[in-house]
T-cell receptor, first 111, second 113 residues
């Protein structure tokens, strides 16, 4: 049973465009929501994370939007670059260590 | 400061053999987590260990799988009598106490033939 539902499965965006990935969860005990970036053959790397006491967090070109009442959160990648082409995973945890991952979104940025 | 080291990177086993996957956490990290990634799926939590203790093994299959993190040496994920369905990428992560960022290794890709 997937505790975190992620969409879309894949997306293609032009260089300079905005990539948007959405995630939804059911478990109200979740209180930590990280996003990971994974390149082929590599392990996931933490990109940005948010806790439910804030509705938005921005780090460089990456922004997390969080809607606690709707139990949804999303990642926006602004000014997408070819180097951003990777698989992105959202995740959620109730206790800072047991992460439940979404199924992943493969982002392809066309030059 | 070396990252989380996993070996081997690739492992091929015949059905019925044993697979041993090793994970050396980052220096100063005493908390280790194992995840499994099936093709086209996200990572699934398996087990959380501290030195000499299993803290949470709620994601471990009940049979054939075991994990340890001894006082000295790497953490080991052991799969006995492997089956084709065990073919996956197994990732290890480590952190200082939970609540801080967990860093992932590059994974071990197990193929059962």
């Amino acid at each position: 049973q997937q505790q975190v539902k992620q969409s879309p499965q894949s997306l293609i965006v032009q260089k300079g465009g905005i990539s948007i990935i959405n995630c939804a969860y059911e478990n109200t005990a979740f209180d930590y929501f990280p996003w990971y970036q994974q390149f082929p053959g590599k392990g996931p790397a933490l990109l940005i994370a948010i806790r439910p006491d804030v509705s938005e967090k921005k780090e460089g070109r990456f922004t997390i939007s969080f809607n606690k009442s709707a139990k949804q959160f999303s990642l926006h990648i602004m000014d997408s670059q070819p180097g951003d082409s990777a698989t992105y995973f959202c995740a959620a945890s109730p206790n800072d260590y047991k992460l439940s991952f979404g199924a992943g979104t493969t982002v392809t940025v066309r030059a | 400061n070396a990252g989380v080291m996993q070996n081997p990177r690739h492992l091929v086993r015949r059905r019925g053999q044993e697979a041993r996957l090793r994970c050396s956490p980052m220096k100063g990290h005493s908390h280790v987590y194992w995840y499994r990634q099936l093709p086209e799926e996200g990572l699934k939590f398996m087990v959380y260990l501290q030195k000499e203790n299993i803290i949470d093994e709620s994601g471990m299959p009940k049979e054939r799988f075991s994990a340890e993190f001894p006082k000295e040496g790497p953490s080991i994920l052991r799969i006995q009598q492997v089956v084709r369905g065990d073919s996956a990428a197994y990732f290890c992560a480590s952190s200082p106490p939970p609540g801080t960022e967990a860093f992932f290794g590059q994974g071990t890709r197990l193929t059962v033939v």
